[in-house]
C-alpha cells in the first residue's frame, strides 16, 4: 500500500480486528411504510407539440412554484379532468 495520506478515511487499510467497523456508511434508501410505497402512482413518458408561448408560462409558473415542469403539466391536466366523469 502507498504511503501517501489520504484525504478520507479507508477502513480496508486498517486491521480487521474487533474494533473495525463498517457502520459509518448510512443507508442509500430512508425506510417508509409501506403505506407510502402503495400510494405512488406509475408515470409514462408522453411527448406532445405545445404552443411556444405555453411551454414559456408552464416553465415560469414550475419557477414560480419551485417545482418542475412536469409536476405543473400534470397538475394542471389532473384538475382540468376532474370536471369530466367517465
Known amino acids: 500500500m502507498s504511503k501517501k495520506k489520504s484525504l478520507g478515511h479507508n477502513p480496508l487499510a486498517y486491521s480487521t480486528r474487533s474494533h473495525a ?3 459509518f456508511i448510512a ?7 409501506e403505506e407510502e410505497d402503495t400510494k405512488k402512482t406509475a408515470k409514462e413518458t408522453a411527448s406532445y407539440y405545445l404552443e411556444s ?9 414550475a419557477n414560480k412554484k419551485e ?4 409536476a405543473v403539466v400534470n ?12
Request: proline content about 6%; hydrophobic content about 25%.
Open 27 to 33: 443507508p442509500s434508501k430512508e425506510e417508509g411504510t
Open 67 to 70: 417545482t418542475s415542469y412536469s
Open 53 to 61: 408561448p405555453l411551454v414559456s408560462k408552464i416553465k415560469q409558473i
Open 21 to 23: 467497523s463498517f457502520d
Open 75 to 86: 397538475q394542471i391536466l389532473k384538475q382540468h379532468l376532474q370536471g369530466y366523469s367517465e
